[in-house]
């Protein structure tokens, strides 16, 4: 019961040169293993982000498959790969996700409401809470900070549980002290027998990680 | 659906300027859409209205009514006027071959001096042979018109038991008719009795232009249908050829410049209906892919949290229909209770037979047109709703994109 990602590449074109194919991912393959903390570490531009979101069927791979339970999520159909995300899978992505018109609570609470859920609001606040903005529940987006917003963002992505979690650059608005709850959460989580994948430029992240993966041009270098 | 709903209506009450232009542009569109529809509508109903009340093949009047012009006017404008011709006369029509059913009327207008309560055209019409107007007074008036007995049109200020006097001749308002959108709606009837004893006064008080007519041997226009085998066209030339000082006039030729200019209004009104629809729509297009365009990364949040393409694209229709809905029947209504009121002044400045639909129809037409404005927006955010689908969510979210 793994994540398995098979020789995955993935090429872009330059649009001011049209003739110039580049691989930001390049015949990756690695295994996310259930109950481990994995660490992506690379310079920007060495292809982390877009790995990740090959692995959590955002972005089709120009080859190569990865594979959930022996199956490639890419020969899903897209609502069907859309219900596993949203069950199994919880994404952090990188920046500033909130949806302006929801409250924290209804944004926490958007899986949910996408997979047709009510949804536990206590679990929410439990949530909010163990990520220290349990008194913003029904704040709304623009009256957070940017560190409250990016754990409100992990909150979403905690929410329903899921057994695979893809965080870039989560504590990126963070300060130390919010940054250490924040891996402390996720190591915790990973304990409990998810599977973590952490894409960070933190240094103090490979103090949390079972395994440290550094991206060099689009590879892994060991 | 649900989803849809519970995100979209956040989304809704979460930009209220936007939502607010969304529905000022709706509510525009369907008040103009509603508005040119009931005005081409009005416009055809007032043309039928007006066939059905010429409701002859063929009219004969003495030739002067048609040289000075008068006649036309009456029937079309609702102009007042009269004139005669004398029984001989009319009974010479009546001899001619193909002449099927035939009806007399005996015209006289009333002026607004102090001798009469209103200045209107009045007829006087044979209940006997009547097939042009009885059609018309049976819808309000189910019995016998007396002596001194009147019919009043709709649109005059006078109704039933009311006491009118004209030329010094008090006559009692016996029904009202209902709104027909022709002269007939400024214009009284009574039966040729009454009407005689009305013309007999204005001769008394030198009231009328003419002086020398016997009341009882006197009318104004016959109206003719053509008998089996016989055309409208065939009894008009024979009469014109063959009886003096008369003039028959084909029914379809009378209304043939109405229906023209009627064509010619509706024409453009249904050319600016369509005009606006497309300028509306092209409109609500470019506000919808705006505000996509501003919250692609929303809908890429959407997707990382288990959206499938469809799901966004259900959000942005069901937000689109929601918003539109609200605008489409904020300006139906809106359009309904600026234009119904104004309908009068409407048809006087178009100058054609106008005559507005029945109230179930108006209802219709309201639901039509707040239809066609939530299908213009449904159909502006389709484009966007597509572009959601094509969303790399991946890029988005990086920035990249």
């Not at chain 2, 809106?334 to 104004?342: D, I, M, Q, R, T």
Request: include cysteine.
């Amino acid at each position: 019961m793994a994540l398995e990602a098979l020789d995955l590449r993935k090429e872009f074109i330059r649009e001011s040169r049209s003739s110039n194919r580049f691989a930001a991912v390049d015949g990756i393959s690695l295994t996310l293993e259930k109950g481990e903390v994995t660490v992506m570490m690379g310079r920007s531009g060495s292809g982390k982000t877009t790995l990740m979101n090959m692995l959590c069927g955002l972005l089709v791979p120009s080859s190569g498959s990865v594979k959930l339970d022996g199956d490639d999520i890419y020969a899903l159909s897209d609502s069907r790969l859309s219900r596993l995300r949203g069950s199994r899978m919880g994404v952090i992505p990188q920046g500033q996700t909130a949806l302006g018109s929801l409250n924290v609570l209804q944004n926490v609470l958007l899986p949910c409401t996408l997979c047709r859920e009510d949804g536990d609001e206590e679990h929410v606040r439990e949530l909010l809470g163990r990520l220290g903005i349990g008194e913003l529940a029904e704040a709304m987006p623009a009256e957070l900070s940017g560190g409250e917003l990016r754990r409100m963002s992990i909150a979403r992505a905690l929410m329903r549980s899921p057994e695979y979690i893809f965080a870039d650059e989560p504590t990126a608005d963070l300060d130390d002290e919010n940054t250490a709850l924040v891996f402390d959460f996720l190591k915790e989580t990973a304990r409990a027998g998810a599977s973590v994948l952490i894409i960070t430029h933190e240094n103090d992240a490979s103090a949390y990680s079972d395994r440290l993966l550094t991206l060099k041009s689009g590879r892994l270098a060991e | 659906m649900k989803l849809s709903r519970s995100i979209t209506l956040n989304n809704i009450k979460g930009r209220p300027v936007r939502t607010l232009v969304l529905v000022l542009l709706t509510a525009l569109l369907s008040a103009a859409v509603f508005c040119g529809t009931v005005i081409v509508t009005s416009l055809h109903k007032g043309l039928r209205s007006l066939e059905a009340r010429l409701g002859a093949d063929v009219m004969v009047v003495p030739y002067s009514a048609t040289t000075q012009q008068s006649f036309e006017d009456l029937v079309l404008q609702g102009t007042t006027g009269y004139f005669y011709m004398d029984t001989a006369t009319a009974q010479k029509v009546l001899d001619r071959e193909g002449i099927g059913e035939s009806s007399q009327q005996v015209f006289l207008a009333t002026t607004s001096s102090g001798c009469c309560s209103l200045p209107v055209q009045i007829i006087g019409f044979d209940p006997e042979t009547d097939f042009t107007i009885s059609p018309w007074i049976k819808k309000s008036f189910g019995g016998e018109l007396g002596f001194c007995d009147v019919v009043v049109g709709n649109d005059l200020n006078a109704f039933v038991g009311d006491k009118l006097k004209f030329y010094g001749v008090e006559v009692r308002v016996a029904a009202k008719l209902e709104k027909t959108g022709t002269s007939y709606d400024t214009a009284v009837f009574t039966n040729f009795d009454t009407v005689r004893e009305l013309i007999r006064s204005s001769m008394e008080l030198g009231l009328n232009n003419f002086k020398d007519i016997d009341p009882d041997r006197s009318v104004s226009c016959l109206l003719i249908n053509a008998a089996d085998g016989y055309t409208a066209e065939e009894i008009a030339d024979d009469i014109n050829i063959h009886v003096k000082k008369v003039k028959a006039i084909r029914a379809q030729d009378m209304i043939s410049g109405v229906s023209k200019s009627l064509s010619g209004v509706a024409d453009t009104v249904s050319g600016l209906i369509a005009a606006v629809w497309v300028l509306g729509t092209v409109i609500l297009l470019l506000a919808f892919t705006i505000s996509i365009n501003e919250r692609r990364r929303e809908f890429a949040v959407m997707r990382v949290s288990g959206a499938s393409r469809m799901k966004l694209a259900s959000v942005v229709m069901c937000e689109a229909v929601i918003v539109s809905g609200i605008g489409s029947v904020i300006g139906a209504g809106l359009g309904a209770l600026v234009l119904l009121p104004f309908s009068r002044a409407i048809e006087n400045m178009i100058g054609l037979p106008f005559l507005l639909p029945s109230a179930g129809a108006i209802a219709l037409y309201i639901l039509a047109a707040a239809a066609v404005a939530v299908l213009a927006g449904a159909i502006a955010a389709a484009a966007s709703a597509f572009r959601v689908t094509r969303l790399d969510a991946g890029l988005v979210l990086r920035g990249d994109n």
